[in-house]
Structure formats: C-alpha cells, structure tokens
C-alpha cells in the first residue's frame, strides 16, 4: 500500500536533488503517493497491490505456505483465480513488468514488433548494446570501431526504440537492470540468458528469446512452465578469501549444469545476511550455468542498502511495507533442499570446459598437473556482467595493491571490464582502475567481449593449449576466444586477481608466499574493500537515450539493401486446409540443439537478416539417410545439396515436381519452363495414379484431374515440406530463429521422434478442428503406395492455435487491432 508518508518522502527527495544530474538522483520517484519503477520512467508504478491481491488469491486457492518465488511468479498470473497451478506440470500465463533486449538478440525481436503493426510496447521495455563490441586493444579504441563495424545495426536499434524503448549504450544489460529496474518483487524478462543477475534484489528476472519478449511488448500473456523450486539453506558467513562467487561455484558443483532445469533456485536462511546486494546478484546471475529458470533472494537489508544508494530509497521505503510478501513463508515447501555452511566454504575454480566441474584453489594445481591441463595462466579476466560490481573492483585491487607495495607486478596477462559506465567512472574516480592498470591490467569497455568470444586475442594460436581464468560465468569450450584448446577456468575475481600474480594454477593465496622485488617473500592478506562507494556513484557518461515523447512517426532506419538488416514480411494465413503431401527436407538423426538448426560463430552478424540467416538452416544437422552434415536429397532432383539450398529449391518449385519416386504407379515430372526443376530431361507424361497431366507442351497448361482446374507452371506458393527431429529438437538459446528460418524457407511442420523415411510423404490432417489437448492425425505415405497414419500429440493452447491460424502471433495481432 502507498501512503501519504511515501509521497511526502519521495517529494522531499525531489526537491533535495533538483538540478543536479545524476542518473540514480531520487528525483521523480514519486508522483501522487506513487512509487517510479525506474528514474527513467517517471509515470510508470510500481505495483505492489496488484502482487498482493494477487499472492491472497492464490494463497487461498493453495492453502499452504508459498515459497518467494511462488509469490513473485503467481502473483503476475494473467489470471489467478483460474490458472492452473502445479510445480513442474502445468503452464502459467503471466504478466511480467517490463523487458530488456540485448543488441544481438533485439534486432530480431524488434523487426517481429514492427511487423506487429503496433505503436508502441504494453510494457516498459530497454534496449542495452553489450553484445556487439569486441575487445581488442581496451575500452576507447574498441568502443571507436565496434560504432564503425556496428553502426547500421546501432541506427536500426536506435530508431526502433522509438515505439517508448529505452537504449542504453555499452552497458551490459544485466548490469545496468541491477542498478535501475530490478527491485523486489519486479518480474523481468530478458533476452539474455543471464538475465537472472537481478535476482540479487529480489526480483524474478527470467533469460528468454527475443520472440517471447515480442509477446510481453505486444501485451501477449507469456507462458512459462510452473516452475519447481530448489532451495538453498545458507548458514555461517563469508569471510577471507571465500566470496559470493564460491557459493555458486559450490552449487553448480553440487547440481550440475542441467540439475537447476525448471526450477527456480530461492535462496534463505541467516547466512544470506553476510552477502552484499551485488554479491546475492554474482550469484543469481551464474545461476543460468546449472539451467535454472531464474534465482531470487529474499528482502533484506542489504538490498535496501544497495536501492538507496542507486538513488531509489522510495522503493526501498515501499518494499518495507511489502516485505511479508517479498519473503518466503515459514514453512514453505520445496521441490529440494540445499543446505550450505558459509562458515566452511573455500575458495573455488571451477573448470576447465564446464562451469560444474568444482575444485578448490587449494587442490586446482595438483589436478591440473595430473590431469595435463596447462598450469601456466597465460590470461586473467576480471569483470563482465557476473563479477563487476564495486565491491568486486575494489576486493581486486586490494589484492593488487599488496603487490605493487611489493614491486610485483601480474606474470599473466590481465584484463579489466567494468559491467556498466557507471562502475566504470566510479573506479576510475577512487582509484580502483589506477592500481588494477600499474598492476599491469588493461581495462576493456564496458561490454560483454572475451566473455561472449568477441576477443580478437594475438597472444595464442588457434589450436594452442593454455589456460585463463577468469571471473566470468561460462567456460565452454571456445566460449571466449574460439580456441577449442583453451581451458577457462572461472573464480571469483579477486582469486583471479591472485593467480595472475603468480601466473600459475599451483597457487593458493590462503598460504602461498609471493616473492617482492626486493627478493623477499609475502604472503597476499585477505581482500578488504567497500561494498558501495562512500561518495555517490559518478554517473560517468551520458550512454543513455530516452525515446521520443511519440515515437509514431519516426521512420526505421533499415536500407532495403542492406545485408545485416530485413524488415520482415508477414507469413501466409493458413488456407483452411490440411497440410498434404509434404516433401521431408530432412530426417535428423540424434541431438538437434538450436546451434545445430541456426548456427551461431559469423552467423550472428545476420541476426536481423532472415533471409541470410536462414542460409544456415539446419546445416548443424546430421541427415540420417547418409549420416552426414548439410547434405539432403532433394527429393524432386534426387541430388544431394546442402540443407538450405535445397529448402529453397522447393520453396520456389511447383506442385507438379511431386511425382517422384520411381516404380510403375508413379512417374517424374518436369517444369517445361524450367527443366532445372524436377527431374532433368524427364518430360511430363500421362501416366500411373495421381495426377493426369493433359499438356500441349505449353506452359500453364497443367491440369489437376482432382479438381479439373488448369494449374500454373511454378506457382509461387511452393511446395510445403516437413523436418523430421530426434532427439532434444529446439534445445537451446537461438529459439526465434530455430522457429523463423524453416518457416521462411516454406517449412510447415517440424515433427519429432518418429518412424518416418526420408523419402516419404507427409499430410497433416484434421487441422479444421484443430483443438487444445487433441492430437491431430499424421499420413505417411511411402514410395511403394502404402500408408498408415500415426497420431500427432501437440501443446498448442487456444491462443497459439489462433496464431497457426492467422499465419503467426504476429498476424494474429494485426487481427486483433483492426477489430
Ligand atoms: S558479460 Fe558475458 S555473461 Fe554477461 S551478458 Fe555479456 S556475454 Fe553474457
């Protein structure tokens, strides 16, 4: 509830900071007993009533405790006195506040919301250019040439966000959520996988593809399954050199990289206390590494400190009132329980080439040298959106700062990047970046770099074994530099900070002696240093552009030539009719992950480009016909192609290349006008079953005896195909254009785990009472003439039935507006 001591505080507040700029000032928080989300959003609200009134529904539909993400998630149901609720079952339809987009992800999803015909997003929406920026010779230069590489894609974003998108320039979206839009009890999604980072104030920040983020700003429900809840009982308090970091080294160890997979990880107990508000976000934001939907940590003091001092005390005030609701209750149960004693836990490294494999830094050196992993660190990374808060900063440079007293210097390589402009000016101002520099770092942009492979490195050879470590939260192979031979191991930055002085993984700073200039040796202390600056945070430049008052009129900047860019075209509604006889592209043998369907490596630079992205349909996928890679059949040449040129062939081909299996009942056809189409040289003829061909040898003289109408040579609707998945079809992060490209190239259906032939034809039928929870019949029919049907189970709701039936979700919408 907002009171009258709220508006009074907050105009207080306003008038205390007038005239200053700032981008955390408290200004404008308030307006009529009314809390601001965001600085930036001056008129949008936080709403805790609606949470409240929310959370006693289900609280009394369920009638148990709730866990607090229970609160969080059911209380942004569409629909809370009907929904279905059951943990790891069933699906909610939710309501989520606002949504972030990073610069790669954000193309796609802001050329599907152009398409959607709408002016402007239902919910406050950011759009954060991390992405795109490669590191190559540190923060400035970088920035200088990342504008020059990137800029079309930048004006693209730029003009787009004029449908009341923000745009934050260099800043890493996770980052920049946790200092201006996580609160507790927001819910946030974001096209980011480590989106979660705003976790650390108490917040649901859930990482998903751009497409579902064109639901929330097109006012679409959005679904999630229910998720399980994995608890976390935190016990004891951090001291030493054991950090926030090692928490989450220490639960990846324990559930693996898919232990956390639909579930909600809900941190509690007394030791939560001993963590700062970034640290919880350290943790929330790695918690993406063990497949978690998101993770969260209950209200507390900390995250109220760190709200005032990121100029939002009036939530802070608001949250207070609130806070029964932004914890869990007593007694609530979980789907799991771990428990954790802060008390005894050590310093972790975890690695190389998955961020489970958990070791202590005591025992890494001696693994290394037994396992043959390289123990020379030839680079130590600090920084990026998981370990770059103030604290983080300062706990390395007190690490540094002992060795330069000592004359020493890093052995390793050493690289710095700030997780936000404001983190960046305010450890250049105290001094942070100056020590982190002599030490011998380099300090990067503000921007994802070596921690999403955009590094050009010089210092080791493609194919070369060596060893980094860095305070990042992924360490797959080739993750940071595309050296499959490189082993990342991640840690928290100040044992980063600690090994780069020594070079080697043989060392512990617990009790290991370094050796100063002056020949002696020391022993590094434990790193003390300031959870928040003492003076305000320095905004640093001004990286931010606030949308135009009505962004209805401004044109999109996306050049009709351009190879980068596409505005997209609406798909085909459907034509009422079943789908038959559709040709299979391919039949995929074992895993199909979303790399294997659109790749990723110098794919990603075509993300806003459909067409040239969908040149890497499938091209991951092994044809189970010849168990090869990119190699297909196309079933009206009989000539083997890769994936997508063969997508395309029939896309642009005619019905009258269907006949195509040899045998007496079935002949081969071909295009007079294009005798490249169909069997080369075969001229069409009447005969078998099927179709009557009565042609004069001249164009559009074909005839369908079913229907007896003429039929046009290479009509332009193509012929429909199917792909046939096995194993994990879809699995991964690139959904959107897992599911755009085969549409694009004429795809109809992708069908999964079957006994299909590749040669076979499909027809999907019963598609006029196409309904919730009945499953559609599929025809195979195979070259001999035989068939059978097979029934087709599907998840299709209402509303995604409306959406096959309008041709897309975006289409349905343009349906909706004009009624
Ligand atoms: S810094 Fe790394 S983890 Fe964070 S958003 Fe960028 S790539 Fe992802």
Not at 14 to 42: D, I, N, T, W
Not at 517 to 542: C, N, R, T, V
Not at 620 to 626: C, Q
Request: proline share 6%; with cysteine.
């Amino acid at each position: 509830m907002v009171t009258a001591k709220h508006s009074l505080v907050c105009l207080f507040q306003q008038a205390l900071s007038k005239g200053v700029r700032r981008y955390h000032a408290s200004r404008v928080l308030c307006q009529r007993a009314k809390v601001a989300m965001s600085q930036f959003e001056p008129s949008e609200f936080v709403n805790y009533e609606k949470l409240e009134k929310n959370i006693n529904i289900v609280r009394k539909r369920l009638d148990r405790p709730l866990t607090l993400s229970e609160k969080i998630v059911y209380g942004h149901l569409d629909d809370p006195a009907k929904q279905d609720i059951e943990r790891g079952k069933t699906y909610l339809r939710l309501r989520p506040d606002r949504v972030a987009m990073q610069d790669a992800t954000a193309q796609m999803a802001m050329l599907q919301f152009i398409s959607s015909g709408l002016p402007r997003v239902a919910v406050p929406s950011t759009i954060h250019c991390d992405h795109l920026i490669e590191a190559q010779l540190g923060g400035e230069k970088d920035l200088r040439r990342a504008k020059d590489i990137n800029q079309e894609v930048y004006n693209f974003l730029a003009t787009a966000a004029a449908k009341r998108i923000f745009l934050h320039k260099s800043l890493l979206l996770s980052q920049i959520i946790l200092e201006n839009y996580s609160y507790p009890g927001v819910m946030l999604i974001g096209t980011d996988s480590h989106t979660p980072n705003g976790g650390g104030l108490g917040a649901i920040c859930i990482g998903v593809g751009g497409a579902d983020a064109v639901d929330v700003m097109a006012g679409i429900p959005w679904e999630l399954k229910c998720p399980k809840v994995i608890g976390v009982k935190l016990t004891g308090s951090l001291s030493g050199w054991s950090s926030p970091k090692d928490v989450i080294l220490k639960v990846a160890g324990i559930l693996t990289v898919k232990g956390g997979t639909g579930a909600i990880i809900e941190y509690h107990g007394p030791g939560v206390d001993s963590i700062s508000c970034t640290g919880m976000a350290t943790i929330c934001n790695m918690g993406a590494e063990i497949g978690a939907t998101t993770s969260v940590f209950p209200y507390n003091s900390r995250m109220k400190t760190y709200l005032s001092k990121t100029g939002r005390a009036a939530i802070a005030s608001l949250a207070d009132e609130f806070q029964e609701h932004l914890k869990p209750d007593p007694g609530c149960p979980y789907d799991q329980l771990i428990e954790i004693n802060l008390n005894e836990l050590k310093p972790l490294i975890n690695g190389p080439f998955t961020p489970d494999l958990a070791h202590t830094v005591e025992e890494v050196g001696a693994v290394a040298e037994k396992k043959g992993w390289p123990v020379d660190i030839r680079v130590g990374l600090i920084g990026s959106c998981t370990n770059s808060s103030y604290e983080d900063m300062g706990r390395s440079a007190a690490v540094a700062k002992q060795a330069l007293a000592h004359g020493v210097k890093c052995k390793s390589q050493f690289t710095i990047t700030p997780g936000s402009e404001q983190i960046r000016a305010t450890i250049e101002r105290d001094g942070y970046s100056k020590i982190l520099r002599d030490v011998g770092g380099v300090v990067l942009a503000n921007a994802c770099g070596p921690c999403i492979g955009q590094w050009d490195r010089k210092d080791t050879k493609k194919g070369e074994k060596n060893t980094i470590v860095t305070s990042y939260n992924r360490n797959f192979t080739g993750r940071n530099d595309a050296n499959p031979e490189t082993h990342a191991f991640v840690t928290s930055p100040e044992i980063v900070t600690a090994l780069s002085l020594a070079g080697t993984l043989k060392f512990n700073p617990e009790v290991d002696f370094l050796t100063g200039s002056d020949g002696k040796k020391f022993k590094l202390e434990p790193p003390d240093a300031d959870e928040l600056p003492k003076l305000e945070f320095d905004p640093g430049q001004d990286t931010y552009q606030h949308p135009p008052k009505d962004g209805s009129s401004q044109h999109v900047d996306v050049s009709p030539t351009s190879q980068r860019l596409q505005l997209l075209e609406p798909f085909d509604k459907w034509n009422g009719k079943d789908l038959e006889d559709m040709l299979i592209l391919i039949k995929v043998k074992g895993k199909c992950t979303t790399d294997h369907i659109s790749a990723a490596g110098p794919w990603l630079k075509f993300r806003g480009h459909l067409d040239n992205i969908s040149n890497n349909l499938l091209i991951g996928a092994i044809n189970i016909e010849n168990d090869k890679a990119n190699t297909v059949r196309n079933a009206l040449t009989q000539e083997f192609g890769p994936v997508p040129d063969t997508a395309r062939y029939y896309k642009d081909s005619c019905w009258f290349g269907q006949n195509l299996y040899p045998g007496p009942s079935y002949h081969q056809l071909s295009c007079k006008k294009d005798p490249m189409r169909g069997r080369r040289g075969v001229s069409f003829k009447r005969e078998g079953i099927g179709y009557r061909n009565v042609s004069n040898n001249k164009d559009s003289s074909w005839i369908i005896p079913s229907t007896g109408l003429p039929a046009t040579c290479c009509p332009k609707e193509g012929i429909n195909w199917v792909v046939v998945g096995d194993e994990n079809y879809g699995e991964g992060s690139s959904r959107e254009h897992a599911a755009l490209e085969p549409r694009h190239l004429g795809g109809r259906a992708i069908i999964v785990k079957s006994f299909i032939h590749p040669v076979d034809k499909l027809s999907i039928v019963g598609l006029k009472d196409f309904a919730p929870g009945k499953p559609l019949k599929c025809i195979i029919k195979h070259p001999n003439g035989s068939q059978e049907t097979i029934v087709l189970n599907h998840t299709f709701n209402e509303t995604q039935i409306e959406w096959f039936q309008a041709g897309s979700a975006l289409n349905r919408m343009k349906e909706l507006q004009k009624h």
